[in-house]
């Protein structure tokens, strides 16, 4: 079972900004759109942003223009570049396999928790 172990989370203000990172126990080169996933308390785990093998990105409109994602092949791992950071982005967030859990596990996320 391959582990996916995230990280880079944090207490900031309003504006502020973070980079998350994921690092998969084994090769992700196979899978063709690895992404990040949150979860805010009271709500359904959502999908934010996700990349191809390719490159190519796509992303939810609520974190349009502020998150990047990226991913690089050789090293297994997954990051999620957060600029102009909101108090709705509070949330746990994961990275996994889209569709999730094709990894057949989910990580134990990082939290991210933005004041206004």
């Known amino acids: 079972q391959v582990q996916l172990v995230e990280s880079g989370g944090g207490l900031v203000q309003a504006g502020g900004s973070l980079r998350l990172s994921c690092a998969a126990s084994?090769?992700?080169?196979?899978?063709?759109?690895m992404g990040w996933y949150r979860q805010a308390p009271g709500k359904q785990r959502e999908l934010v942003a996700a990349?191809?093998?390719?490159?190519?990105?796509n992303y939810v409109d609520s974190v349009k223009g502020r998150f990047t994602i990226s991913r690089d092949n050789a090293k297994n791992t997954v990051a999620l570049q957060i600029d102009s950071l909101k108090p709705e982005d509070t949330a746990v967030y994961y990275c996994?396999?889209?569709?999730?859990?094709?990894?057949?596990?989910w990580g134990q996320g990082t939290q991210v928790t933005v004041s206004s």
């Open positions: 084994a090769s992700i080169f196979s899978i063709n759109r």
């Open positions: 990349i191809t093998s390719g490159g190519d990105t």
């Open positions: 996994n396999t889209v569709p999730g859990g094709l990894f057949g596990s």
